[in-house]
């Protein structure tokens, strides 16, 4: 009994583990509305905390690389958002990483996020932004390499 006992805690241990690792690498942004791709995003660790930036735009709409944060404030506002870091501060709470913030470049807004993998398509991330009690959730799909247009 001891021994099925270890061998659940230790499975559930490392399926946390890899989860958690799971979610770092590059991640493809669709758009809400059209459904295209959108952009690329890093998703890395620093520090045991989860960081993620802007490392490629697809080539859509009026400045498609080029596109600057007209709607940040501070210190973002009119910064290109390609390197843009987006996704700040998320920590691991062994099932999801959460209590970390995440901006909208399209509207300079930040909301306060939870990122976690989808449990039946590793190769799905779901974004979730907050603002109080109402929320959004975005599908992020896995990808290996960045285009080099």
């Known amino acids: 009994m001891m021994k099925k ?13 890899l989860s958690a690792q799971s979610c770092l690498g ?19 660790k620093k520090d045991g905390k989860m960081y993620g ?3 490629y735009i697809y080539k859509r709409g009026k400045d498609g690389p080029h596109s600057l944060c007209d709607q940040c404030e501070g210190s973002l506002k009119n910064k290109p958002v390609m390197g843009m870091q987006i996704v700040k ?10 209590g970390g913030t995440i901006l909208d470049p399209d509207n300079g807004k930040v909301y306060d996020a939870k990122i976690w993998i989808h449990p039946e398509n590793h190769d799905k991330l779901n974004v979730r932004g907050y603002i109080g ?4 959730t975005q599908t992020w799909l896995k990808t290996e390499k960045i285009p080099t247009d």
Not at 89 to 98: I, K, Q
Request: aromatic residues 24%; without cysteine; charged residues 20%.
């Open 5 to 17: 006992f270890l061998f659940l805690f230790a499975s559930m241990f490392v399926y946390a583990h």
């Open 26 to 44: 590059y991640w493809i942004t669709i758009d809400d509305e059209s459904g295209l791709k959108k952009s690329i995003v890093e998703l890395y």
């Open 53 to 55: 930036k802007v490392v």
């Open 89 to 98: 501060n998320m920590s691991w709470d062994g099932s999801e990483w959460a």
């Open 133 to 136: 009690p109402f929320f959004r």
